[in-house]
């Protein structure tokens, strides 16, 4: 919930949301987006109590929008009774402080409602870092305002109006100060997670990212996957952390999935910067599975916008499962013929109530079974190296001690880590 710095802290509990139109915008492209950012207030807790369509030629200095329409807009403000105003357009500092002036309420952009959601869910050191750092970068050219989040980060310098030029200096001077620390922090964190990964990378098993838009159900097809217990809520940006399991197939392979961020229009570029850490998983996986809410009426735009980001990240060649999830929702069977038609050999799931899980798996065990050969071994119990090397480095599908002494492993391993099993192979 936005809180406000003035002599009583407060709860923001009446917003008003603002989209603006422009003229090569069509006017169900607006209402879309202005229905994300509901959802997105939503998640941040704040309830919504209205919201307004500004038609506008080209933006204007002081308000963005004209002075006449801002007037407007702050005589609605009054009679509506909010105490927070909110911008799916990104305001520059001057101009949001010029509305907090005009407005005497709080006044935000969609930028500013993204970097809160994130701040209050993540959860790993580096996430809760890279956040951190996108708030004070987002926060330094907008010490001046009246309403700021400053107070609510960790190491971060409060900044109010009425205080001098002088406070304000020493305010920016701590929050540089801060942004450097938190720099060098990220470096550090980042090095132990290349690290893992260099040690992941030595394993053969497979990997597989879950990737869409947010709140597609990524996490609850992860969890019907899996098996595992992963957090599942129906908001947006549940999930920030990748989450990586070890899932057995039927075959007995085994392969790594992880959950990584929702994608979503509009991101920050600094909480693209920022979580490029995490979403590089879909860069470094073997095959992506791109989950899409074939429910939603925005099915579509949201493809368009995990495609592209996909293409930002340098993943865009990366082997693809199309997995419509969710598919319990959807009673046209038109749309679904067209679906079937545009992404041939796409999967109709319900990761909710765990239908179609059966061939989601069976499509990711032919999909990695393509790249690896199965093995017939005998290993003598003295060579336990060896079989300790084939747990490492491939998949191990049966394991059996014989009365001679010898372990009879069937095994899957990549054609590069043939030679060194060949001695133990048995010959058909």
Same mark, same amino acid.
Request: aromatic share 4%; charged share 30%; glycine share 4%.
């Given at each position: 919930?936005?809180?406000?710095?003035?002599?009583?802290?407060?709860?923001?509990?009446?917003?008003?949301?603002?989209?603006?139109?422009?003229?090569?915008?069509?006017?169900?492209?607006?209402?879309?987006?202005?229905?994300?950012?509901?959802?997105?207030?939503?998640?941040?807790?704040?309830?919504?109590?209205?919201?307004?369509?500004?038609?506008?030629?080209?933006?204007?200095?002081?308000?963005?929008?004209?002075?006449?329409?801002?007037?407007?807009?702050?005589?609605?403000?009054?009679?509506?009774?909010?105490?927070?105003?909110?911008?799916?357009?990104?305001?520059?500092?001057?101009?949001?402080?010029?509305?907090?002036?005009?407005?005497?309420?709080?006044?935000?952009?969609?930028?500013?409602?993204?970097?809160?959601?994130?701040?209050?869910?993540?959860?790993?050191?580096?996430?809760?870092?890279?956040?951190?750092?996108?708030?004070?970068?987002?926060?330094?050219?907008?010490?001046?305002?009246?309403?700021?989040?400053?107070?609510?980060?960790?190491?971060?310098?409060?900044?109010?109006?009425?205080?001098?030029?002088?406070?304000?200096?020493?305010?920016?001077?701590?929050?540089?100060?801060?942004?450097?620390?938190?720099?060098?922090?990220?470096?550090?964190?980042?090095?132990?997670?290349?690290?893992?990964?260099?040690?992941?990378?030595?394993?053969?098993?497979?990997?597989?990212?879950?990737?869409?838009?947010?709140?597609?159900?990524?996490?609850?097809?992860?969890?019907?996957?899996?098996?595992?217990?992963?957090?599942?809520?129906?908001?947006?940006?549940?999930?920030?952390?990748?989450?990586?399991?070890?899932?057995?197939?039927?075959?007995?392979?085994?392969?790594?999935?992880?959950?990584?961020?929702?994608?979503?229009?509009?991101?920050?570029?600094?909480?693209?910067?920022?979580?490029?850490?995490?979403?590089?998983?879909?860069?470094?996986?073997?095959?992506?599975?791109? &989950?899409?809410? +074939?429910? $939603?009426?925005?099915? !579509? =735009?949201?493809?368009?916008?995990? *495609?592209?980001?996909?293409? %930002?990240?340098?993943?865009?060649?990366?082997?693809?499962?199309?997995?419509?999830?969710?598919?319990?929702?959807?009673?046209?069977?038109?749309?679904?013929?067209?679906?079937?038609?545009?992404?041939?050999?796409?999967?109709?799931?319900?990761?909710?109530?765990?239908?179609?899980?059966?061939?989601?798996?069976?499509?990711?065990?032919?999909?990695?079974?393509?790249?690896?050969?199965?093995?017939?071994?005998?290993?003598?119990?003295?060579?336990?190296?060896?079989?300790?090397?084939?747990?490492? &480095?491939?998949? +191990?599908? $049966?394991?059996?001690? !014989? =009365?001679?002494?010898?372990?009879? *492993?069937?095994?899957?391993? %990549?054609?590069?880590?043939?030679?060194?099993?060949?001695?133990?192979?048995?010959?058909?």
């Amino acid at each position: 919930m936005i809180e406000t710095e003035k002599d009583n802290r407060k709860l923001v509990e009446r917003a008003v949301l603002v989209a603006v139109q422009e003229p090569h915008i069509p006017p169900e492209v607006v209402r879309e987006h202005i229905y994300e950012l509901n959802e997105l207030v939503n998640t941040m807790g704040v309830p919504v109590i209205g919201d307004i369509i500004v038609s506008l030629r080209m933006p204007q200095p002081k308000f963005y929008i004209g002075s006449g329409k801002a007037e407007e807009i702050n005589q609605q403000l009054k009679d509506m009774e909010a105490d927070c105003l909110i911008f799916d357009c990104e305001l520059a500092p001057s101009q949001q402080r010029n509305w907090e002036k005009l407005t005497k309420i709080c006044v935000i952009d969609r930028q500013e409602v993204i970097l809160d959601i994130f701040a209050a869910r993540a959860t790993t050191r580096e996430a809760i870092l890279q956040v951190e750092l996108a708030r004070m970068q987002y926060s330094l050219p907008r010490l001046t305002r009246a309403w700021t989040h400053l107070s609510r980060q960790q190491g971060g310098a409060k900044g109010t109006r009425g205080e001098g030029e002088k406070q304000i200096e020493v305010d920016r001077r701590l929050v540089q100060k801060r942004i450097s620390k938190l720099k060098k922090e990220i470096i550090e964190v980042e090095k132990k997670r290349i690290t893992q990964r260099k040690k992941r990378a030595v394993s053969t098993v497979h990997h597989a990212a879950i990737v869409g838009y947010t709140n597609a159900g990524k996490s609850t097809l992860m969890r019907a996957i899996s098996g595992a217990d992963v957090l599942v809520e129906d908001k947006l940006f549940a999930t920030l952390d990748p989450t990586t399991r070890r899932v057995k197939l039927p075959s007995g392979r085994e392969i790594l999935l992880t959950d990584t961020v929702g994608f979503v229009r509009k991101l920050p570029h600094s909480l693209v910067e920022a979580f490029k850490s995490t979403l590089e998983e879909a860069v470094l996986a073997d095959f992506i599975i791109l &989950v899409l809410d +074939v429910s $939603s009426r925005y099915l !579509e =735009d949201h493809r368009k916008v995990t *495609i592209e980001v996909l293409q %930002e990240l340098g993943a865009e060649d990366k082997e693809v499962i199309t997995v419509y999830n969710k598919a319990d929702l959807l009673d046209d069977p038109v749309l679904k013929a067209r679906l079937e038609a545009s992404t041939p050999g796409a999967l109709f799931v319900s990761a909710g109530k765990g239908t179609g899980i059966d061939l989601l798996t069976k499509r990711i065990d032919e999909k990695i079974s393509i790249s690896s050969i199965t093995l017939h071994l005998k290993v003598p119990l003295d060579r336990y190296d060896i079989i300790s090397r084939l747990h490492r &480095v491939g998949n +191990v599908l $049966s394991l059996k001690y !014989e =009365d001679t002494g010898d372990a009879d *492993i069937i095994a899957a391993v %990549e054609p590069k880590d043939l030679k060194q099993f060949e001695k133990f192979t048995v010959q058909k």
